[in-house]
C-alpha cells in the first residue's frame, strides 16, 4: 500500500495526484507486459482564438467517451486572508448533464483544478458541454458555497488529526516553507458572498487556462466545432503562467513532533524536479527503487528484514509550483527511531552504492508498465493528457504515455546515483511520535 492510500480525504471529492504522480507507484499488474500494451491511438491538439488548448485522442471504436479539462490555476493565485478559495471554488462546481447519463467529478490538483467526465458514447457532446461549463460557465449560490465551506473545513480538520498527513503536511512546509501560508483554508470560515467567489472564478477560470481532452470515439474537427460554439463569445482571459511565485530555502534536516492516540510516522521528503525533464524521469525510477511495492529497497528491509513498519511506500508528486518526493512509513513509537536509521539508510544508499543492472531493469519496468496501462482506458488516459499539457510546455506537442514509457526505459544506473547525489541528500525528515 502507497502511503498516499493513508490520506483520508471525504469521499465525496477524493482526488488522485494526477497520472504522472502515479507513474512512480511499483505495482506488479498481472499478465504480461504485451498483454498491457494497447494499440496506439491517434493523439492531435488545437489551440482555438480563445487560447483553450484542445487534445483529441481518437478512438473510433470505444463505446464511451471521456472528457477532461484542467484549469491553471494554483494556490498562489488567491487573495491573503482568502487562503484555500481555489478548492472552494472547486468543491462548489456542481451540476454536468447527470440527466443524459454523465458522470462528472472535479478535483484540486497541485497546479490546476480537474474537471471530468464520463459517458456512453452517445452522450459524447452532453460529456464536452458539462465539462466546458463547469470550467467557464459556473455560477454559485449562498446555499453551494456554505456546504462547500463545511467539507473544506472537515478536511483541514483531518489534515491535523491523522498522524500520516499531519507529518506529511510538516514535510512539505519544511521543504516549501511558502506553503505554510496556503495550510489553513481560511475561506472555510469566511462569511463569503457569491459575488467574491465569482470574481475568483471569473478572473482564473477562463480559455487561456484551460486545456481540454476528449478521448473517444469524437474527432477532432467535431470536437473543435463544438468547442467554438459552446465558447463563442468568451474573452481569453489572463493567462496564470505570467505570475510568479517567491520560494524560501527549505529548512533541511529532522523535525520531530508529537500526537496523541495514533502510530509513529517517519516521513523522508525533498524536493523534486518538474515533470518533461531528464531528471523527472530518474526520480520516477529511483522511486520504484526505494520505496514502491514489495519488490523495493524499503519494502525488504523494513516489512521483511526488520519487520518494523506496518504500512510503508513512496511518490513523485508533480508539479511546476511545489514540486517534492517521499517515502513514509507508520510504525509503533517504540520502533521509530529503527525505522528512520533504516529509511535515511537506504536513502543514502542510493548515493554511495551503484545500482545492479537487475534492480534498474526491475525498477524500469515497472514505472513504463504503469505507464503503459493508462493506455487501457479512455477516461485514464483522458485525465492523463490534461495534466500532462498542464504541467508540460505549453509550446510543445503533449507527451503520451507510451512516448513517456520510452524515456523512462533509457534511464540508467549512472543517472540514479548521481541524481540520490544532487537531490535525495538536501532532505527533510519528519518523525511523529505518537502517544498512545
Known amino acids: 500500500m502507497r502511503c498516499s492510500d493513508c490520506e483520508f480525504k471525504p469521499r465525496r471529492r477524493k482526488g488522485k495526484q494526477w497520472w504522472v504522480a502515479v507513474l512512480a507507484a511499483a505495482i506488479s499488474l498481472p499478465g ?22 484542445l487534445i483529441v485522442r481518437h478512438n473510433p471504436g470505444a463505446a464511451t467517451v471521456a472528457v477532461a479539462g484542467a484549469v491553471r490555476v494554483t494556490a498562489a493565485q488567491e487573495p491573503e486572508g482568502q487562503e484555500g478559495l481555489r478548492q472552494l471554488v ?19 490538483q497541485g497546479d490546476f483544478v ?28 449562498s446555499a453551494t458555497i456554505r ?30 516553507p511558502a506553503m505554510a501560508r496556503y495550510a489553513d483554508p481560511r475561506a472555510a470560515r469566511l462569511l463569503l458572498a457569491p459575488s467574491m467567489v465569482q470574481r475568483f472564478y471569473d478572473q482564473h477560470f477562463v480559455p487561456n487556462n484551460l486545456v481540454l481532452v476528449v478521448s473517444g470515439p469524437m474527432d477532432l474537427k467535431t470536437a473543435r466545432a463544438l468547442v467554438q460554439e459552446q465558447t463563442a463569445g468568451l474573452l481569453p482571459g489572463r493567462s496564470t ?53 514489495m519488490g523495493s529497497r524499503l519494502y525488504r528491509r523494513l516489512r521483511e528484514e526488520l519487520r518494523l513498519a506496518y504500512m ?39 548515493s554511495l552504492e551503484r545500482v545492479s543492472a537487475a534492480e534498474i531493469e526491475r525498477a524500469r519496468e515497472v514505472v513504463a508498465t504503469q505507464l503503459l496501462s493508462i493506455e487501457m482506458s479512455n477516461a485514464a488516459t483522458a485525465e492523463y493528457l490534461a495534466g500532462a499539457a498542464v504541467l508540460g510546455p505549453a509550446s ?4 503520451q504515455p507510451r512516448e513517456l514509457a520510452a524515456q523512462i526505459r533509457q534511464v540508467h544506473e549512472e543517472q540514479v546515483t548521481d541524481f540520490a547525489k544532487e537531490w535525495w541528500t538536501r532532505r527533510v525528515t519528519v518523525q511523529l511520535i505518537g502517544e498512545k
Request: hydrophobic fraction near 45%; glycine fraction near 8%; charge should be negative.
Open 32 to 53: 504480461s507486459r504485451q498483454s498491457l500494451v494497447a494499440a496506439p491511438v491517434q493523439v492531435q491538439e488545437t489551440r482555438l482564438d480563445n487560447g483553450l488548448r
Open 90 to 108: 472547486q468543491l462548489s462546481l456542481t451540476g454536468g448533464a447527470a440527466d443524459a447519463g454523465v458522470l462528472t467529478d472535479t478535483q484540486t
Open 114 to 141: 480537474s474537471i471530468m467526465a464520463r459517458a456512453p458514447d452517445r452522450e459524447a457532446q452532453a460529456a464536452l458541454k458539462a465539462v466546458v461549463d463547469l470550467a467557464l460557465k459556473a455560477h454559485f449560490d
Open 147 to 176: 456546504g462547500s465551506q463545511r467539507v473544506l473545513e472537515r478536511m483541514a480538520q483531518a489534515e491535523q488529526e491523522l498522524a500520516l498527513m499531519a507529518a506529511s503536511r510538516a514535510g512539505r512546509e519544511n521543504l516549501y
Open 241 to 293: 503562467e505570467e505570475i510568479g511565485v517567491v520560494s524560501a530555502p527549505p529548512r533541511l534536516g529532522l523535525h520531530r513532533m508529537t500526537m496523541r492516540g495514533t502510530d509513529s510516522v517517519v516521513w523522508v521528503g525533498a524536493r523534486a524536479p518538474e515533470p518533461g525533464t531528464r531528471d523527472y524521469h530518474v526520480a520516477a525510477v529511483t522511486m520504484a527503487i526505494l520505496g514502491n511495492g
Open 312 to 350: 510503508l511506500g513512496g511518490q513523485v508528486m508533480s508539479g511546476r509550483l511545489w514540486p517534492y518526493m517521499y517515502v513514509a512509513c507508520t510504525c509503533d513509537s517504540v520502533n521509530v527511531d529503527r525505522a528512520r536509521e533504516a529509511i535515511e539508510g537506504e536513502v543514502d544508499r542510493l
Open 396 to 399: 510543445e506537442p503533449v507527451v
